[in-house]
């Protein structure tokens, strides 16, 4: 495992090397030219290369084809150096020498840390780690893509899978098992998001003071990866009995009754500890939101972090899409920073002639092939993490549509209006979103064909506005530093308070009155009136009306503080766009303070993700936000994280000591509690490190300690050629438990796996069938010709019998009252592996 750690290190770090001339090319604007970020853009382009060409049939899934897909990257690298000559690589070198020493000793430091910490903790078990662990497993024995579902046989996966493929390619490329992948994709993914972080600060702090940093950027990857919410600390003064008080015999808090979150309003154990002792403590900072019905019913939220994602070491798309988030920003940063002198084209530049009268009409102001490559950048987050697709596209577009209106300020002999501002901003917006949101798609158009999602539209969320003490909780590290800065800002400049305001109230009461219009006219469908009624356990139209309108006037301290934020950044954003309307002659007087304004441009949008979940989430099979608040929250903190990062940053240059030291040690408070988290939860996580059962990067040691046997021949049977298996099917569904394990261990696919998962996947369960009666009666019948039957219907190769199987199908169980039938196996097929009680027939 030494051996598989230290090559994907060294190929990670070779990747960038060679995919830096084309992340030179891209990010232009740039001060690092994306040496940073070279390593994630040489990873999407080496991925996309070899998914493509083997989903068209160019190449096949093997280590022939993932070497295709890398010469073909480094051919295009070696083509741009050609080109521009070595020289400009050379002088970039000598002036940044320091920074990318820096740079690469911050990915060696991330990976080996993450490295160490998940040999300390390294099962795939429990959560959605078994389905993961499926899904590269699934890859690396797919024969071609789309690869096959592991859960569901005869079916490809239905799911936004590239990140998977970007581990099973690494792992075929180093000769790595899946189990040992598994955690490699966590260091890996660790440590190009720092890298990434970094990178982006650095160039944020470079374009605002014309001067390199070295140390200050280490600021975005502790904000983004290392910080946690301030959970932990509340964990902490809870098992020390702190706000607790004994009246009448019965511990009492007003404190932990007002906060309200679940377990920690129960009384601390006794006696009471410095540290949380409660098993699964850590989990707990994960779900800080509080979502009750009309009844009284607590709805569970998901609000995850980074830190938390990395104890936990989900290997989930969301996760796996992180520093192609941050990459998503850089290339916003870039558009961003492009002088007015870069527009190259003018709107509705005709592209494509035809033959009946009309021509396709190019409507940016970009070169065309640099906004294809930025198409396919960000098409890639959609493979990635579906959700985040929109999001970057609307941010490149904002900071595109700002660009444009730059460099239009600067041509214009007028100063344009407010009004007329908003408008070009918004057409620029439009005509980026569109044409880059069409590219994406199509770039990718063999993953959108065979996908279908358990999406099922908006709906208005009228009950659960998010209380304000919850969303401190959540986000008080980022935010403590953040107020501090665009607070002190506000007071410095001239900046359109009053304008800020009126545009953050009139959004807040436009989303308030459209979601109320919205429920009113779902509630005149009757079917969709009675699922909508349903998600909120309310009788009818009135009890949701004035409950909504009393619960968001109680629970104003959320979107109160929202709306101080937004106004405050989208005042700041504005007077910055009047300065470079004023600037149309002496551009270089403002050009220090397009650093700010991008960050500013990057907490428009997590106000916009925090508060949009207060009104509309995404209709889903759980029918409330749970996952609307995840996804849009998760992002939120990226963006939240770095512009925090770069208030601590911009701090020490401040002209006022006192300033100084006050907002230095406000944002070390912050930093500090969110730290409690975060070594806390890690110390938990690792038994203080000290692994039980040894340490090991192979995340199913655990499941060969439990069930020896059976692992073995697991084993085994991953080695044998591609066919379906037939495991025990979980009676009640299996989601989060050990059914499936063999499908998930060998990567052959089963007849059915996770029903529960399988469901949400394909928005329904008309593709599953029968299968789980089927399955039941293919262990149960004593009749080989209905076991046949069974086995000819689903192709089943492989037959697996072991103490689950014999566990799940006992006499007189529902599912199978005759108990196992194992007769007919032995008589009618060839028993081609046996160990203990472990046993696998091959099918005729």
Same mark, same amino acid.
């Given at each position: 495992?030494?051996?598989?750690?230290?090559?994907?290190?060294?190929?990670?770090?070779?990747?960038?090397?060679?995919?830096?001339?084309?992340?030179?090319?891209?990010?232009?604007?740039?001060?690092?030219?994306?040496?940073?970020?070279?390593?994630?853009?040489?990873?999407?382009?080496?991925?996309?290369?070899?998914?493509?060409?083997?989903?068209?049939?160019?190449?096949?899934?093997?280590?022939?084809?993932?070497?295709?897909?890398?010469?073909?990257?480094?051919?295009?690298?070696?083509?741009?150096?050609?080109?521009?000559?070595?020289?400009?690589?050379?002088?970039?070198?000598?002036?940044?020498?320091?920074?990318?020493?820096?740079?690469?000793?911050?990915?060696?430091?991330?990976?080996?840390?993450?490295?160490?910490?998940?040999?300390?903790?390294?099962?795939?078990?429990?959560?959605?780690?078994?389905?993961?662990?499926?899904?590269?497993?699934?890859?690396?024995?797919?024969?071609?893509?789309?690869?096959?579902?592991?859960?569901?046989?005869?079916?490809?996966?239905?799911? =936004?899978?590239?990140?998977?493929?970007?581990?099973?390619?690494?792992?075929?490329?180093?000769?790595?098992?899946?189990?040992?992948?598994?955690?490699?994709?966590?260091?890996?993914?660790?440590?190009?998001?720092?890298?990434?972080? =970094?990178?982006?600060?650095?160039?944020?702090?470079?374009?605002?003071?014309?001067?390199?940093?070295?140390?200050?950027?280490?600021?975005?990857?502790?904000?983004?990866?290392?910080?946690?919410?301030?959970?932990?600390?509340?964990?902490?003064?809870?098992?020390?009995?702190?706000?607790?008080?004994?009246?009448?015999?019965?511990?009492?808090?007003?404190?932990?009754?007002?906060?309200?979150?679940?377990?920690?309003?129960?009384?601390?154990?006794?006696?009471?500890?410095?540290?949380?002792?409660?098993?699964?403590?850590?989990?707990?900072?994960?779900?800080?939101?509080?979502?009750?019905?009309?009844?009284?019913?607590?709805?569970?939220?998901?609000?995850?972090?980074?830190?938390?994602?990395?104890?936990?070491?989900?290997?989930?798309?969301?996760?796996?899409?992180?520093?192609?988030?941050?990459?998503?920003?850089?290339?916003?940063?870039?558009?961003?920073?492009?002088?007015?002198?870069?527009?190259?084209?003018?709107?509705?530049?005709?592209?494509?002639?035809?033959?009946?009268?009309?021509?396709?009409?190019?409507?940016?102001?970009?070169?065309?092939?640099?906004?294809?490559?930025?198409?396919?950048?960000?098409?890639?987050?959609?493979?990635?993490?579906?959700?985040?697709?929109?999001?970057?596209?609307?941010?490149?577009?904002?900071?595109?549509?700002?660009?444009?209106?730059?460099?239009?300020?600067?041509?214009?002999?007028?100063?344009?209006?407010?009004?007329?501002?908003?408008?070009?901003?918004?057409?620029?917006?439009?005509?980026?979103?569109?044409?880059?949101?069409?590219?994406?798609?199509?770039?990718?158009?063999?993953?959108?064909?065979?996908?279908?999602?358990?999406?099922?539209?908006?709906?208005?969320?009228?009950?659960?506005?998010?209380?304000?003490?919850?969303?401190?909780?959540?986000?008080?590290?980022?935010?403590?530093?953040?107020?501090?800065?665009?607070?002190?800002?506000?007071?410095?400049?001239?900046?359109?308070?009053?304008?800020?305001?009126?545009?953050?109230?009139?959004?807040?009461?436009?989303?308030?009155?459209?979601?109320?219009?919205?429920?009113?006219?779902?509630?005149?469908?009757?079917?969709?009136?009675?699922?909508?009624?349903?998600?909120?356990?309310?009788?009818?139209?009135?009890?949701?009306?004035?409950?909504?309108?009393?619960?968001?006037?109680?629970? +104003?301290?959320?979107?109160?503080?929202?709306?101080?934020?937004?106004?405050?950044?989208?005042?700041?954003?504005?007077?910055?766009?009047?300065?470079?309307?004023?600037?149309?002659?002496?551009?270089?007087?403002?050009?220090?303070?397009?650093?700010?304004?991008?960050?500013?441009?990057?907490?428009?949008?997590?106000?916009?993700?925090?508060?949009?979940?207060?009104?509309?989430?995404?209709?889903?099979?759980?029918?409330?936000?749970?996952?609307?608040?995840?996804?849009? =929250?998760?992002?939120?903190?990226?963006?939240?994280?770095?512009?925090?990062?770069?208030?601590?940053?911009?701090?020490?240059?401040?002209?006022?000591?006192?300033?100084?030291?006050?907002?230095?040690?406000?944002?070390?408070?912050?930093?500090?509690?969110?730290?409690?988290?975060?070594?806390?939860? &890690?110390?938990?996580?690792?038994?203080?490190?000290?692994?039980?059962?040894?340490?090991?990067?192979?995340?199913?040691? =655990?499941?060969?300690?439990?069930?020896?046997? #059976?692992?073995?021949?697991?084993?085994?049977?991953?080695?044998?050629?591609?066919?379906?298996?037939?495991?025990?099917?979980?009676?009640?569904?299996?989601?989060?438990?050990?059914?499936?394990?063999?499908? &998930?261990?060998?990567?052959?696919?089963?007849?059915?796996?996770?029903?529960?998962?399988? +469901?949400?996947?394909?928005?329904?369960? +008309?593709?599953?069938? +029968?299968?789980?009666?089927?399955?039941?009666?293919?262990?149960?019948?004593?009749?080989?010709?209905?076991?046949?039957?069974?086995?000819?219907?689903?192709?089943?190769?492989?037959?697996?019998?072991?103490?689950?199987?014999?566990?799940?199908?006992?006499?007189?169980? #529902?599912?199978?009252?005759?108990?196992?039938?194992?007769?007919?196996?032995?008589?009618?097929?060839?028993?081609?592996?046996?160990?203990?009680?472990?046993?696998?027939?091959?099918?005729?």
């Amino acid at each position: 495992m030494i051996l598989q750690t230290f090559s994907w290190y060294i190929i990670l770090t070779l990747l960038g090397w060679i995919s830096f001339p084309i992340s030179f090319l891209v990010f232009s604007n740039l001060r690092d030219r994306g040496y940073g970020l070279s390593r994630v853009l040489g990873l999407l382009f080496w991925g996309y290369i070899f998914w493509l060409s083997t989903s068209l049939g160019i190449s096949r899934n093997n280590l022939t084809g993932i070497a295709f897909a890398g010469v073909l990257l480094l051919l295009i690298s070696a083509k741009i150096v050609q080109q521009r000559g070595f020289s400009p690589f050379r002088v970039w070198y000598q002036e940044n020498r320091g920074q990318v020493w820096v740079m690469e000793g911050l990915f060696a430091f991330a990976f080996f840390l993450m490295a160490l910490i998940r040999a300390a903790n390294p099962e795939a078990l429990g959560t959605e780690k078994p389905m993961e662990l499926a899904f590269i497993n699934a890859i690396l024995h797919s024969e071609s893509f789309p690869p096959h579902d592991p859960w569901l046989s005869g079916y490809a996966i239905s799911y =936004y899978y590239f990140g998977y493929i970007l581990v099973a390619m690494l792992a075929k490329f180093s000769a790595t098992n899946g189990s040992i992948a598994f955690n490699l994709g966590i260091c890996m993914i660790f440590a190009l998001s720092a890298i990434s972080a =970094y990178s982006l600060l650095s160039n944020l702090l470079s374009a605002r003071f014309r001067k390199l940093y070295l140390w200050r950027p280490l600021l975005a990857p502790l904000m983004a990866l290392c910080v946690g919410n301030i959970e932990g600390f509340l964990e902490v003064l809870h098992a020390s009995g702190i706000f607790w008080q004994l009246r009448n015999g019965q511990w009492v808090s007003p404190f932990w009754k007002w906060i309200d979150l679940v377990e920690l309003t129960n009384p601390p154990q006794i006696p009471f500890t410095s540290s949380p002792t409660r098993w699964y403590w850590w989990w707990r900072a994960s779900r800080v939101i509080q979502d009750y019905d009309l009844m009284g019913g607590l709805r569970e939220v998901i609000d995850e972090f980074p830190a938390f994602s990395y104890i936990l070491a989900d290997l989930h798309p969301h996760v796996l899409a992180m520093p192609f988030a941050f990459l998503a920003m850089a290339i916003a940063l870039n558009l961003f920073l492009q002088t007015p002198a870069e527009t190259t084209h003018q709107p509705n530049h005709p592209i494509l002639k035809t033959g009946f009268g009309f021509a396709l009409h190019y409507p940016l102001s970009l070169p065309l092939g640099k906004s294809l490559v930025i198409a396919l950048i960000l098409g890639g987050l959609a493979f990635l993490n579906t959700w985040d697709f929109p999001i970057y596209v609307a941010l490149c577009a904002l900071a595109y549509s700002i660009w444009r209106w730059r460099a239009l300020s600067q041509i214009a002999d007028v100063k344009p209006s407010a009004s007329n501002t908003i408008l070009k901003v918004f057409k620029e917006f439009v005509f980026f979103g569109i044409w880059v949101g069409f590219w994406g798609a199509i770039f990718y158009l063999p993953f959108y064909i065979g996908f279908s999602s358990q999406a099922g539209g908006i709906l208005p969320n009228l009950i659960y506005p998010s209380r304000g003490a919850q969303l401190w909780v959540m986000f008080a590290p980022l935010w403590i530093p953040l107020f501090a800065w665009v607070s002190f800002s506000l007071l410095q400049s001239k900046a359109q308070i009053k304008l800020g305001f009126r545009i953050s109230i009139a959004l807040f009461l436009a989303l308030w009155v459209l979601s109320i219009a919205f429920g009113i006219l779902i509630s005149a469908i009757p079917h969709l009136n009675d699922l909508f009624l349903g998600s909120i356990a309310a009788a009818n139209m009135k009890s949701w009306l004035l409950v909504g309108i009393q619960r968001r006037l109680l629970y +104003s301290g959320g979107w109160l503080t929202l709306i101080f934020l937004l106004t405050a950044v989208v005042s700041l954003l504005l007077r910055y766009l009047d300065r470079t309307s004023n600037s149309i002659h002496h551009p270089d007087n403002i050009a220090g303070e397009h650093a700010s304004a991008f960050v500013l441009l990057l907490s428009i949008a997590a106000v916009l993700l925090v508060l949009t979940p207060d009104f509309f989430f995404l209709r889903d099979q759980f029918g409330w936000r749970i996952n609307t608040v995840f996804k849009f =929250y998760y992002q939120a903190w990226l963006l939240w994280s770095i512009a925090a990062a770069y208030a601590i940053a911009v701090f020490p240059t401040l002209p006022s000591k006192t300033w100084r030291t006050i907002f230095i040690s406000l944002s070390s408070l912050g930093i500090g509690l969110g730290l409690v988290y975060t070594i806390q939860a &890690t110390i938990t996580k690792t038994n203080s490190f000290h692994p039980p059962d040894g340490w090991t990067l192979d995340s199913s040691a =655990y499941y060969q300690l439990q069930a020896y046997d #059976e692992m073995q021949a697991i084993k085994w049977l991953s080695e044998q050629p591609l066919g379906v298996v037939a495991e025990a099917v979980s009676p009640t569904g299996g989601s989060y438990t050990q059914y499936g394990r063999v499908a &998930t261990f060998s990567g052959q696919p089963a007849v059915l796996g996770w029903i529960g998962h399988e +469901s949400q996947w394909r928005g329904g369960t +008309s593709e599953m069938g +029968s299968r789980q009666t089927d399955i039941s009666l293919l262990y149960c019948s004593p009749d080989w010709f209905e076991a046949l039957a069974i086995i000819q219907k689903y192709a089943i190769k492989y037959i697996f019998i072991s103490d689950l199987e014999r566990n799940t199908y006992t006499r007189g169980s #529902e599912n199978c009252p005759t108990g196992i039938n194992e007769a007919k196996f032995l008589h009618n097929l060839i028993p081609i592996y046996q160990q203990g009680n472990t046993i696998i027939y091959l099918s005729p």
